[in-house]
């Protein structure tokens, strides 16, 4: 019986730890960058951060765009325009980085 009740414990703690450590495996790989719209073309938005970075995106088949409010509402990518601030979702997997969604951010009140 020793032995099964450790087999209990082992399966137990194995329960415990697996959702964790997937958990953080799924997190790690998920990513957000926020700055304003450099460029944008058919396939590709171009952001550039506060702090001088400058990243290419892909636009996917699924790519979601929304956000802004009134004449900064967007809800294609088609929408998008230079200097609209945004938040892009990504995969740090992903080479090239592909833009999963876009959510476009009011204006900074400067």
Known sequence: M?????????????????PLA????????????????DKVTENAVIVDSRMGDKLRFERTGETLVSGGSGEHRRASWADLERGDRVNVRWKLTDEP?????????????E
Do not use: N
């Not at 020793?2 to 697996?18: D, E, I, N, P």
């Open 2 to 18: 020793a032995g099964k009740s450790k087999a209990v414990h082992g399966l137990a703690l194995a329960l415990f730890v697996l």
């Open 22 to 37: 997937l958990a953080d495996v799924a997190a790690a790989q998920h990513r957000e960058f926020t700055g304003k719209i």
């Open 97 to 109: 980085r592909k833009a999963y969604e876009v959510i476009v951010l009011p204006p900074r009140s």
